[in-house]
């Protein structure tokens, strides 16, 4: 048995998938998989269930019919969570950016008092690897911009490595969350934040992927810019 859950939402992640899997169950903390996987064409969702039949007890899978963002594809997950009495949830990539030894300092910080752990790239400078500096630049300034805008005091608010506690999980409107791209980091930190949850940054060291192909584009940058103002509204009418 575990008490916490990694959700990991896929697609096209045949060259990551076992390996992180295997990872994440090598630890010496025991904890369980939900891979949230979007149909991918090259197969990923047909090796995870021929990894179940060696863990049958630890990995689990959610199908879905197509793509529909990584917002949708973890809300998906922390209701299969709630629903399953996990206690810890976390968010992670599937490409190894996110080194699995860190789940368990995530997990001793919301153990000890956080309800909701951060894996941050900022806290204690820049700590990304592999990088051109152009995209440190937009990502380490976006944070910037988040806390001018809605006055959070968090250095990564665009970061992707998390672990909540489920009363936060329970406590945030799921069925209200509106972005699907990197906006939905933002909007979940601000969600708890506004509920006054204890929020606290952990260092550690992001790693850009070295297999398959990163899902950033325009789109979702232009997302997150204008998604951030209008949390900033909604709060202000009291309707987050």
């Known amino acids: 048995m575990s008490d916490g859950i990694v959700i990991i939402p896929t697609y096209n992640e045949i060259e990551n998938i076992e390996s992180i899997i295997r990872a994440v169950f090598a630890l010496p903390k025991p904890f369980h998989v939900l891979i949230v996987d979007d149909n991918s064409p090259d197969k990923t969702a047909d090796k995870v269930m021929e990894l179940q039949k060696e863990f049958s007890d630890q990995l689990f899978l959610a199908l879905r019919k197509k793509k529909s963002g990584l917002g949708t594809a973890y809300v998906h997950g922390f209701k299969w969570a709630l629903k399953n009495d996990y206690k810890y949830i976390f968010e992670m990539d599937a490409d190894f950016s996110h080194n699995p030894n860190d789940l368990e300092k995530l997990y001793d910080a919301c153990h000890n008092g956080a309800d909701l752990a951060i894996g941050s790239r900022y806290v204690t400078g820049v700590n990304v690897v592999n990088w051109p500096l152009s995209r440190v630049l937009l990502s380490y300034f976006a944070s910037v911009y988040v806390r001018m805008i809605t006055g959070m005091k968090i250095m990564d608010a665009t970061a992707g490595f998390i672990c909540y506690r489920r009363e936060v999980l329970e406590k945030i409107n799921l069925d209200a969350i509106k972005f699907i791209g990197y906006a939905f980091q933002i909007e979940m930190k601000y969600r708890a934040f506004a ?17 398959g192909q990163s899902k950033m584009s325009g789109a979702i940058i232009k997302e997150a810019i204008f998604g951030v103002i209008s949390l900033r509204f909604r709060k202000f009418l009291n309707r987050l």
């Open 195 to 211: 509920k006054n949850f204890n929020i606290q940054e952990v260092p550690v060291i992001f790693t850009d992927r070295t297999k």
